[in-house]
Structure formats: structure tokens, C-alpha cells
């Protein structure tokens, strides 16, 4: 294993370290494992995401003005302790209640529930969204149903987007659903990520073989099949998106790096998506390519697509000012 | 050699005609590989630069409002012809002159300066800078003297920022030259990048060994050093760039990945970089952690440090907005 650590028991509190000396809007708690912004709006309904680590810039990588409030990172892989979220959720609650922001996967599930049930009985109100985009597959290695995987970035953009604007829990919550509702994804692996504590590859995958449908963990997806064209994939991967919701009006479009793919490939799989939705008759009018929700150093890509609406787009355009999203202050 | 590739001599193009999808406030003449604001803006100095395409987001994706005015991607690691650069400097040219950003291989100097000799044998004022920020070796498989690396980004934004305001040619290629006399670089891959037209990596580096002083295509750095820590690795680059010019003062720090290497080591290195900096008694008052300069799929980081001053710093401060690097608009 060959990675730029101090030790595999230390990633992500190194990382953390670093996160906090970069960006001096963040208060890191490095202790518990908790990123908040430095500055709380009072009033203002309060994000909350977290999952395992791995997947950077998500979650910790989208705190700041428009997007959450506050991100929980667990160890590689690993879902946050209810002790984590419990701190991040009453950091966040400026009196106008939290939104947790959820991926389907069961321990997430289980520690987030288990928080808002506590915070609950302290008196602070809490709504969930689950987000669960990823059409690969039904049920897998760490989840019951779809996996959670790039529309999450997606979710807590708009609704980011959306308290800032002062409107109460359950218009943001509801506004998270319908982006949720509304986006699906499907990816594909190239390589294997490597886990630093178990210091060799998850999974096994020939030279000519690439895995369609995988998760961000490296969970297997639907199928291998041989090492194709950036077309072909990008294809399969589409086919599969259009299959589960038509793809149709305004879209917006994330073709998302696993961690290990350079951007000059990412840009070449946008050009056959864009390729791809032109000619089933809908429109990309906003796009992100770039390594957003990654899974350590695996080569591949997913592509997520939102179907969007006039107030969509314009949460999504709406200021935003993060270390992993920044437009427009 | 497992790439999200059509073709190997499509690579480029495919890219860029992403780049043109994903981008609408992008021109891209793709037949002759210029990209340009789609607007631009009359009487202002024009930014012109270029090289070798495998190092995304630069130079192509630092075009837009408060960097570049054009650039001109070549094939894979390899420069630009004279034509690309002359359709690209006629076309920043808004009356006001165009400045050349060169990295110091000799291909792109000998081919920018070929253009800037017909542009201005045809009216248009061009001045150059040339980048050559890498302490790690004098001279190299493609360089005479230093090759210019991470402090490109630091001269395209600063000098990019200048030009907004309207300043003359000569201020702008000025704080272009201050910038890059007052940038210095340092790399290490832990794996070789690879060429799509080649098929197999660059080099071989053994399971256990690191490259320190690692060129941009993979050019032979200073020594081989068995794999060590993020701590000891970001040392050794450190040291190099503070035995050239010393720390002190306010620093911008660059801690870039090569392509292939996930955000959270490249969060590790940056908190070394950081404790390294503060032995010394310097402050970095700003910072970037990211993939911005690459070298394809290479793992590895490398560190560019630019002392600042206050003008330097309001500069970099502006408002930027193009594909690789945003803020403020």
C-alpha cells in the first residue's frame, strides 16, 4: 500500500487537522470529530450530514455559508457515533431546528435515528432525509434498499441554499426530499480503493474488467464486464439512470471522479453524457465534473442527474462558499 | 493501461469538447485546440498560456473572469504549436497587449516566443513571463535551468487579477515576474503517471520507493527515498523549498495533487506543511489543497509556496471565476 499518511490510525484526524489549519471559517472539533462552521447563524435551520470518511470533500469539504452547517466524519468507511451527531446536532440548532442529511446506509441510518431521538427529548426538532439515489442495485453490502451516493451533494446544496433564505424546517426538509426524489446515480469502478487499515485492495478486479454499478465503498455492483470505451461506460451508466427516471427537461448533471481518475478523463465522460441526454431530448443546464464524492483513491466515475425546476436551479445558483463548492462569494 | 479513455490520440479533443459542454462562459476551438472566454473584455491586457495537455484543471480550466483570457492546450505532455498561440494571442488581444504565461520547457518557450515574434510583427504588444518555481533540479529531460510547476496557478490568478483592473501591460507582467520570483516548488509521486499513448507507466518506481523532486511528466526528480510518512515526505519537500528561499513572513501555500491521490492525504500533507511553516516562524495566510496542477494519473503532492505582500495578497483575493478555481462571482 502505497499512500501519503502518517499512519492508518491517523487519517482522518490528520486530515481534519489539515481541513481546520486551511480554512479558518471552520471550527474543527478534533477530539470528536465535528466540523461546524465558525460562524452560526442564529435562526437559521441548521444542516447536518456526516458518514464515513473516504468520500471527501463530502461531508466535512460542504460546511460553510449555503450548504451545512455542520459534518460528521467517521473512521474509512465507518458511520459516525450517535455522540458525534448528538454534538454536531445542538451545535447546529440555532432555534429554528436541524435537518440530518442521511445516506442509505444502515449504520448511518441507525446513528442518526438514534440521535435525533435524543435531541429530540432535549427539546430540539429534527427532520431527516434519506438519500438513497443510487439505481445499481437493491440492497448491498452496508444497505437495505438504494445505496446514498452523489445526490447527496445535490440535496445539500439546494436545501443549504434554501435556509439561508430564513425558510422554516419542514420547507427545507421537504425541498431536500424533492431533490432526492428527483436525482438518481450509477457508478463505475475501473480499479479498487485501498483501505488503509486493511492495507491491500477491497476487492480483486482484472486489468480488462471494470466493475458497472459500484459503490463508494468498493460494494459490488451489478456486473463485470471488459474494460470498454469512456463512451460505452458512460452509456451503460446512463442507460441505467434513464431506465429508472426518463430523462427529460432540465437537468443537472454530475459526472463525479471516484478519487484516483485525473479531470482530463472526468471531462471526456461529461462530452458522451452530455452526448447521451441530448439525444433522448432533455437539456443539461447546469453540470459539475470534478471528484466530489469519492471513495479514496478508486479510478472510475458515477454520473448523478437531477431533474430541476426553475426554484431548484435557482437554489442551486444561489452563493455558496464551502472548501469542496465555492460560486458567487 | 486502464484509462475512461475513447481512443488514446482522442483524448485531448474528447476533453475539450467536455470542457466546451460543461463550460457555456468557455469558447473552444476545438479544431485547433484555443480556448477562450466566451466574452471578452475590450481594453484590457489579455492573458495568454499554454503547454502540454495531462495537467488539468491548468492551464485550460483557469480560463474566465480574473485568470486567463485564452489558453492552448497541446497534445499530452507536449507543447503547443506557434499557431494555437498566435490564434490564441490575437484573440486576447483587446487593444491593450497580451501577456505570455510560459512554463520553462523548452518546447513551450521556444514556441511562445515564435508566436509572440509574429504577433508583434503584426501590432500586437506581447510580453512574457516564464514560471520556473521547481528547486528540485537544475535543468532536466525537457528544461534548461528550472521547470515551472505549482506557481503557474499563483502567476495566472494574481497577474489575471491585476488585469481586471484595468493596470497597463507592464504592471501586469510585473507582479507576473514578482510572483514567480517570489514562488518556489518541490514534488514526490509514489507512482508514475501514464501516457494514453504509451500504454504503460512512464517509469517504474518499486513498491517501497517515492521520487522526490518529481517533474510534472514524470521527469527524473532528485534521488529515490523509501516510502515515508506524510510527515517525513512533506519535510523533505520543505526543506528543499526553504534551503532556496527561506521562509518568513505571509505565505500562500499550494498543496497539490498529482491526479491520482485523494483529497484526504492531500489534508494530511497540508497540516505537516503547516507545522513545518510555523517552526519556521512564517504564517500561511492563504491556501489551496487540491488537484490543480497534475501530472495524469500520477499519486504523489507537491508543495509551492509564494510570499505574499499585501498588494500580492488583496490580488489573490479577487473575485476568480473559471472552471478550476472560483470565488467572489
Request: with cysteine.
Given at each position: 500500500?502505497?499512500?501519503?499518511?502518517?499512519?492508518?490510525?491517523?487519517?482522518?484526524?490528520?486530515?481534519?487537522?489539515?481541513?481546520?489549519?486551511?480554512?479558518?471559517?471552520?471550527?474543527?472539533?478534533?477530539?470528536?470529530?465535528?466540523?461546524?462552521?465558525?460562524?452560526?447563524?442564529?435562526?437559521?435551520?441548521?444542516?447536518?450530514?456526516?458518514?464515513?470518511?473516504?468520500?471527501?470533500?463530502?461531508?466535512?469539504?460542504?460546511?460553510?455559508y449555503g450548504m451545512l452547517d455542520a459534518a460528521c466524519p467517521g473512521e474509512i468507511f465507518t458511520s459516525p457515533v450517535p455522540d458525534q451527531l448528538i454534538e454536531a446536532t445542538k451545535a447546529a440548532?440555532?432555534?429554528?431546528?436541524?435537518?440530518?442529511?442521511?445516506?442509505?446506509?444502515?449504520?448511518?441510518?441507525?446513528?442518526?435515528?438514534?440521535?435525533?431521538?435524543?435531541?429530540?427529548?432535549?427539546?430540539?426538532?429534527?427532520?431527516?432525509?434519506l438519500v438513497d439515489d443510487d439505481v445499481a442495485v437493491e440492497d448491498s453490502l452496508y444497505t437495505a434498499g438504494r445505496r446514498g451516493t452523489g445526490a447527496t451533494l445535490f440535496v445539500e446544496k439546494?436545501?443549504?441554499?434554501?435556509?439561508?433564505?430564513?425558510?422554516?424546517?419542514?420547507?427545507?426538509?421537504?425541498?431536500?426530499?424533492?431533490?432526492?426524489?428527483?436525482?438518481?446515480?450509477?457508478?463505475?469502478?475501473?480499479?479498487?480503493?485501498?483501505?488503509?487499515?486493511?492495507?491491500?485492495?477491497?476487492?480483486?478486479?482484472?486489468?480488462?474488467?471494470?466493475?458497472?454499478?459500484?459503490?463508494?465503498?468498493?460494494?459490488?455492483?451489478?456486473?463485470?464486464?471488459?474494460?470498454?470505451?469512456?463512451?460505452?461506460?458512460?452509456?451503460?451508466?446512463?442507460?441505467?439512470?434513464?431506465?429508472?427516471?426518463?430523462?427529460e427537461g432540465e437537468l443537472l448533471v454530475l459526472v463525479n471522479g471516484m478519487g484516483g481518475t485525473p479531470l482530463i478523463e472526468l471531462y471526456g465522460v461529461f462530452a458522451e453524457v452530455a452526448a447521451?441526454?441530448?439525444?433522448?431530448?432533455?437539456?443539461?443546464?447546469?453540470?459539475?465534473?470534478?471528484?466530489?464524492?469519492?471513495?479514496?483513491?478508486?479510478?472510475?466515475?458515477?454520473?448523478?442527474?437531477?431533474?430541476?425546476?426553475?426554484?431548484?436551479?435557482?437554489?442551486?445558483?444561489?452563493?455558496?462558499?464551502?472548501?469542496?463548492?465555492?460560486?458567487?462569494?
Amino acid at each position: 500500500m502505497k499512500k501519503l499518511i502518517n499512519a492508518p490510525d491517523a487519517v482522518v484526524r490528520d486530515a481534519l487537522r489539515g481541513l481546520a489549519l486551511a480554512h479558518p471559517g471552520l471550527a474543527v472539533d478534533l477530539e470528536n470529530q465535528v466540523v461546524t462552521r465558525a460562524a452560526l447563524t442564529p435562526g437559521k435551520v441548521g444542516l447536518v450530514s456526516g458518514g464515513g470518511s473516504g468520500h471527501e470533500p463530502l461531508h466535512a469539504g460542504f460546511v460553510g455559508y449555503g450548504m451545512l452547517d455542520a459534518a460528521c466524519p467517521g473512521e474509512i468507511f465507518t458511520s459516525p457515533v450517535p455522540d458525534q451527531l448528538i454534538e454536531a446536532t445542538k451545535a447546529a440548532d440555532q432555534g429554528a431546528g436541524v435537518l440530518h442529511i442521511v445516506k442509505n446506509y444502515t449504520g448511518d441510518v441507525l446513528n442518526f435515528e438514534m440521535a435525533a431521538e435524543l435531541c429530540a427529548e432535549e427539546g430540539i426538532e429534527v427532520a431527516s432525509v434519506l438519500v438513497d439515489d443510487d439505481v445499481a442495485v437493491e440492497d448491498s453490502l452496508y444497505t437495505a434498499g438504494r445505496r446514498g451516493t452523489g445526490a447527496t451533494l445535490f440535496v445539500e446544496k439546494i436545501a443549504g441554499a434554501l435556509a439561508e433564505t430564513g425558510a422554516p424546517l419542514a420547507k427545507v426538509a421537504a425541498v431536500a426530499e424533492l431533490v432526492g426524489a428527483r436525482s438518481r446515480s450509477f457508478g463505475v469502478a475501473l480499479t479498487s480503493c485501498t483501505v488503509p487499515a486493511a492495507g491491500k485492495p477491497t476487492f480483486d478486479l482484472p486489468e480488462d474488467q471494470v466493475e458497472v454499478g459500484i459503490g463508494i465503498h468498493g460494494e459490488p455492483g451489478r456486473r463485470r464486464v471488459p474494460l470498454a470505451s469512456a463512451r460505452e461506460l458512460a452509456e451503460v451508466a446512463m442507460d441505467a439512470v434513464h431506465g429508472d427516471l426518463p430523462l427529460e427537461g432540465e437537468l443537472l448533471v454530475l459526472v463525479n471522479g471516484m478519487g484516483g481518475t485525473p479531470l482530463i478523463e472526468l471531462y471526456g465522460v461529461f462530452a458522451e453524457v452530455a452526448a447521451y441526454v441530448k439525444g433522448k431530448g432533455a437539456t443539461i443546464t447546469r453540470s459539475l465534473v470534478g471528484n466530489y464524492v469519492t471513495s479514496l483513491d478508486m479510478q472510475g466515475f458515477s454520473v448523478t442527474v437531477c431533474r430541476l425546476d426553475d426554484d431548484l436551479t435557482r437554489l442551486w445558483d444561489a452563493p455558496v462558499s464551502t472548501p469542496g463548492l465555492r460560486w458567487g462569494r
